[in-house]
């Protein structure tokens, strides 16, 4: 069992940066893929980046260059740093864990965050 809490959500502007943090229990979380989805209105969940329990990584091609997904198995936790952020960019973003690879379909995921919302103001 892993729980997932997100933190580091709010308002920017655009151009602005953020880091979302992802706080992971559980004594497996080494094992695990980890990968931050985001939910705009009306539009379905996405898969942003993703990161493997070796640190290989993935990007959605509409962040590429300008996110940075990672992670520390030390303190049980990975990040995603949001840089030059756009008004497309706004969401509420999770945090998800599954036992194996890299997937881009959020069924492939067992467990979830609650969420972080990003505004991004133009």
């Known amino acids: 069992q892993v729980q997932l809490v997100e933190s580091g959500g709010g308002l920017v502007q655009a151009g602005d940066s953020l880091r979302l943090s992802c706080a992971a229990s559980g004594r497996t979380f080494n094992s695990y893929s980890m990968g931050w989805f985001r939910q705009a209105p009306g539009k379905q969940r996405e898969l942003v980046a993703a990161?493997?329990?070796?640190?290989?990584?993935n990007y959605a091609d509409s962040v590429k260059g300008r996110f940075t997904i990672s992670r520390d198995n030390a303190q049980n936790t990975v990040h995603l740093q949001m840089n030059s952020l756009k008004p497309e960019d706004t969401a509420v973003y999770f945090c998800a864990a599954r036992n194996g690879g890299i997937s881009f379909a959020q069924y492939a995921y067992s467990y979830w965050g609650q969420g972080a919302p990003v505004t991004v103001a133009s």
């Open positions: 990161i493997t329990s070796g640190g290989s990584t």
